[in-house]
């Protein structure tokens, strides 16, 4: 089981990467604001606004549970209609970039200290399953990251990753039977182990050491792949069949299921 102190670390984690993109963001001018994402229809406004809204959302579910579980009723009406976006980012694209910037601090301000009032062995109800504190954690972590990497990419810089993203890469790992179970499929015989290289130099494993294929290689290019922000060939990952049949439909995110992006031409 999760401990005080490791929900605590985690919960640092978190607020160290929602950091880490404010920073990114803090300083453009509106004009970039307004610059087009890899997510199609998606500016870099609508990035930070998708965090804020759930930021805000995640709060209600630690505080409020019995409220947050009557908020989705709704929420699936928008879904089956198709405007999900309209009702999640609407409110925020009718404002100013200052003021999105301003709502986003101020909820994650607030998640933080709805974070502190979780106990270690807590369930927190979500869009799904409910999820136990640390994973709750970890899930806001990874969207923070993930976003903020397409932040990055609108913007033309890199993203610096630090060991952080040891929290993405675990989720990665573990989500593997999700990533074929939400296409209906079921993962083939077989164990993979992960073994990562993280930004800082220290060495990541996850699985068994006589697992049937390995996947190696950068932490951050196992991140990218698992949260669908770069095809596996365009990474420096190294893998057997077993590991490219995973890989190559990996989801470490809750929803139906995405593809990522395909391999850049001559990959």
């Not at 005080?4 to 963001?25: F, K, M």
């Not at 995640?58 to 699936?76: K, R």
């Not at 409910?130 to 033309?156: C, I, K, N, P």
Request: net charge negative.
């Amino acid at each position: 089981m999760t401990t005080r102190v490791e929900l605590d670390a985690l919960a640092r984690d978190l607020a160290g990467e929602q950091d880490s993109l404010d920073a990114l963001v803090a300083a453009i001018d509106d004009a970039a604001w307004r610059r087009d994402t890899p997510a199609a229809g998606w500016s870099v406004q609508d990035q930070i606004a998708h965090l804020a809204h759930f930021d805000r959302a995640a709060t209600l579910a630690i505080s409020n549970p019995d409220e947050f579980q009557s908020s989705l009723a709704p929420l699936v009406e928008v879904v089956l209609a198709g405007e999900l976006d309209d009702f999640t980012l609407g409110p925020w694209r009718s404002m100013p970039p200052a003021a999105v910037l301003v709502g986003w601090r101020e909820n994650r301000a607030t998640l933080a200290a709805a974070a502190r009032t979780l106990e270690p062995a807590a369930r927190v109800p979500w869009y799904g399953p409910s999820m136990s504190a640390a994973s709750f954690l970890t899930a806001r972590l990874m969207e923070t990251w993930a976003h903020g990497t397409d932040v990055a990419d609108a913007l033309g810089v890199h993203l610096a990753a630090t060991d952080r993203l040891v929290h993405v890469a675990r989720l990665g790992v573990i989500t593997r039977g999700w990533s074929y179970a939400v296409r209906g499929e079921t993962a083939p015989e077989g164990r993979v182990r992960v073994t990562l290289t993280s930004p800082t130099g220290a060495s990541w494993a996850w699985g068994e050491p006589d697992a049937e294929d390995t996947v190696s290689g950068p932490a951050e290019h196992f991140c990218l792949v698992v949260t669908q922000r770069r095809h596996l060939d365009d990474t420096a990952l190294v893998t057997g069949e077993l590991g490219r049949h995973w890989l190559v439909r990996a989801q470490a995110f809750a929803g139906t299921a995405t593809l990522g992006p395909n391999a850049k031409e001559g990959s």
